[in-house]
């Protein structure tokens, strides 16, 4: 067995701005497969962040960039990777379809088990964290959305697509005036997980066949590097292609 450091507080995050007044901030001793992409997003009245990583130190207290301004913390879905933070922020906000898994999270319903491991990790969060007894605070919505509802920054909007198949609440979020998508982990530049026990394979393919569509011009996933338009087309037309 291995056997791993803990990582100081101060060193979990790293934060890169990636233009559009966009961040990306990161957990880099996560293993790269693991490592859900937080995406945070500055508006005028406000700011919203997109995902809030494992939850294994406080996004609040080491990055400050998340409480500078009021912020509406969305979970593009419910696995303990991507909404571990979300109980740090008052207005949360999710799918109906998994707004009871964000109130009721569980070890098994996030796919915390069996994925989290120490295996994940190239270096361990701090003490007293322990990978067998990992798990996400619970953090009820406080906003529930559906397909077509409008996340309002002021001077950004960002409508909500409901995009089933990897998990039943699956959102992306799309800015039409930007051509920006913030799409999950329904679709990035990597392995796609397909056999999770809430995935379904026909709401997969409808969901897909609605992204191609999008005018994008960069994609920000749940996981993995982002991309521009032709790589968007590119990787849903082979997914699509090996299904029919
Ligand atoms: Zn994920
Ligand atoms: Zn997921």
């Known amino acids: 067995m291995r056997i791993l450091d803990h990582a100081k507080p101060e060193d979990w995050y790293s934060t890169k701005s990636v233009g559009d007044d966009v961040t990306y901030i990161g957990e880099p001793f996560i293993e790269e ?3 859900c992409n937080i995406w945070h997003i500055r508006g005028r009245d406000g700011d919203m962040l997109v995902d809030s990583g494992m939850g294994v130190v406080s ?3 080491w990055v400050p960039l998340v409480t ?11 696995h303990f990777d991507h909404i571990g933070c979300h ?3 008052e207005n949360r906000i999710c ?3 998994e707004a009871d898994l964000l109130a009721a999270p569980t070890r098994k319903n996030t796919l915390a088990d069996p994925y989290v491991t120490d ?3 190239t270096k361990l969060p701090p003490l007293p964290y322990a990978s067998t007894t990992y798990a996400v605070k619970a953090a009820p919505a406080t906003r529930i959305v559906e397909d077509g509802d409008v996340i309002d920054l002021g001077d950004r909007h ?8 990897h998990s039943p609440g699956g959102i992306a979020l799309w800015e039409a005036s930007t051509g920006i998508l913030f799409s999950g982990d329904i679709v990035y530049d990597g392995p796609l997980i397909e056999d999770t026990y809430h995935a379904n394979a026909k709401d997969y393919v409808r969901s897909m066949e609605r992204l191609y569509d999008l005018p994008v011009r960069v994609v920000h996933g749940g996981h993995f590097a982002s991309y521009g338009a032709e790589r968007h087309r590119e990787i849903i037309k082979n997914w699509l292609g090996n299904r029919t």
């Open 33 to 35: 497969f693991y490592r």
């Open 59 to 61: 996004l609040t207290a």
């Open 68 to 78: 500078e301004r009021p912020v509406q913390a969305v979970a593009s879905h419910t």
């Open 87 to 89: 109980h740090e922020f």
């Open 95 to 97: 799918h109906r379809c």
């Open 119 to 121: 295996e994940i990790f």
């Open 158 to 165: 960002f409508e909500v697509i409901h995009t089933p198949g």
